[in-house]
């Protein structure tokens, strides 16, 4: 006997009109892959067991204090209707985050969206049967699959919020990226009224696999997950980092057409312009923008104090106001980390790949350099 959800995705135009050949597969074949599909998505949230999740993962969540900005956007959004948060993604330690950060506040619960690579070993049952994950195979192009996908949202989205991050992978480079559309179809396919998108920005001090991303740049393979643990596990030796959770200006999605590529692109920006708008600005950041391969620290802290000033003037999010302020709350936390040495009153690079890793994450909020600049 199929379950309701099955029935129900199976029902859909979508998948009915790939059953019958729309895209030269029909028969016992395609339906047998369609519900293959449907195995590997199928999710379940226990979130009164997920909750109590926080003190087996204490290791790595007092190493974070998480702390919710315009946290009255999502409340507020929550109560009108169905919900889509669609956030940047910075690191692992961001599925851990950002929902707490929701429910610290007393908001409801997402699904969370999350690469399939996630889901091996015990975190992987975690992610299936109590936080309620779904995997996502990010790069398939196979239309089995991503029929399946959008109709699967589709129908989570008659009873859950989602929570999803339109970069796909984490940032290699520290920049934010241009966003995939697919998810954004998905929702606006579920029809479900008076639906919004509430950007998210995430934002750490310290990244806490920063080195290992800053060394490839961009992501050339997905590794095995174990590897990744691993490598996390190894600079998580005196780590210690706040996380900015901001939330934006929602994005209605009543009167969007699904049918639009354009529309969707448009909806799929403007998310992550707001994204960027509200990103936290932290002085680990500002420092890494303004340093160079050898400097004085007054110096610094004029570069520093500079460089805010033009954000001010951009609206920029700041946690700091002053170049003093910032060089004095990031100087230590980069020494520690290896990423710059300090010889008396003079700061020298270290590691420039995590710095400029660091300076990267706020470049969209900077003017463009001049075409005329040699």
């Not at 950002?98 to 999350?114: F, S």
């Not at 992987?124 to 195979?137: C, E, F, M, Q, Y």
């Not at 174990?226 to 209605?252: D, K």
């Amino acid at each position: 006997m199929l379950d309701d959800i099955t029935e129900a995705v199976l029902q859909r135009d979508e998948v009915a009109r790939y059953l019958q050949g729309a895209h030269g597969d029909s028969g016992t074949g395609a339906r047998e892959r369609i519900q293959a599909y449907l195995d590997e998505l199928r999710t379940t949230q226990r979130y009164a067991i997920y909750r109590t999740l926080k003190h087996p993962l204490y290791p790595i969540l007092r190493k974070i204090d998480r702390v919710g900005e315009q946290v009255h956007i999502p409340k507020a959004a929550a109560k009108s209707g169905r919900v889509i948060y669609a956030s940047n993604h910075r690191s692992h330690t961001d599925y851990l985050v950002e929902p707490l950060v929701l429910d610290d506040n007393g908001v409801r619960p997402p699904i969370i969206a999350a690469g399939i690579n996630l889901f091996g070993g015990p975190l992987g049952l975690i992610h299936k049967h109590v936080t309620g994950a779904i995997p996502i195979r990010r790069n398939t192009k196979d239309p089995a699959y991503l029929i399946t996908l959008k109709a699967y949202v589709g129908e989570i989205l008659k009873k859950h919020d989602l929570f999803f991050y339109p970069e796909g992978g984490r940032s290699y480079s520290g920049e934010l990226k241009h966003p995939k559309t697919g998810l954004f179809h998905a929702a606006l396919l579920a029809g479900q009224p008076k639906m919004s998108v509430v950007p998210t920005a995430i934002t750490y001090d310290l990244v806490l696999e920063d080195h290992v991303l800053a060394r490839q740049r961009v992501k050339r393979s997905q590794r095995p997950f174990s590897r990744e643990l691993a490598e996390m596990v190894r600079y998580a030796v005196g780590y210690r980092s706040r996380a900015f959770v901001t939330f934006g200006n929602p994005i209605p999605l009543d009167g969007i057409d699904a049918s639009s590529r354009r529309a969707v692109l448009d909806v799929a920006h403007q998310a992550m312009r707001e994204i960027g708008r509200v990103v936290k600005v932290l002085p680990n950041a500002l420092v890494a923008s303004a340093m160079g391969p050898s400097i004085t620290k007054q110096e610094l802290e004029d570069r520093v104090s500079a460089l805010i000033d033009s954000l001010q003037e951009r609206g920029a999010n700041l946690d700091v106001t002053s170049g003093r302020e910032a060089v004095a709350a990031a100087a230590e936390p980069l020494s520690d980390r290896g990423i710059i040495v300090i010889e008396g009153d003079l700061f020298r690079v270290r590691d420039r790949n995590v710095l400029r890793y660091y300076a990267r994450s706020i470049e969209h909020l900077l003017p463009a350099p001049s075409s005329n600049t040699h």
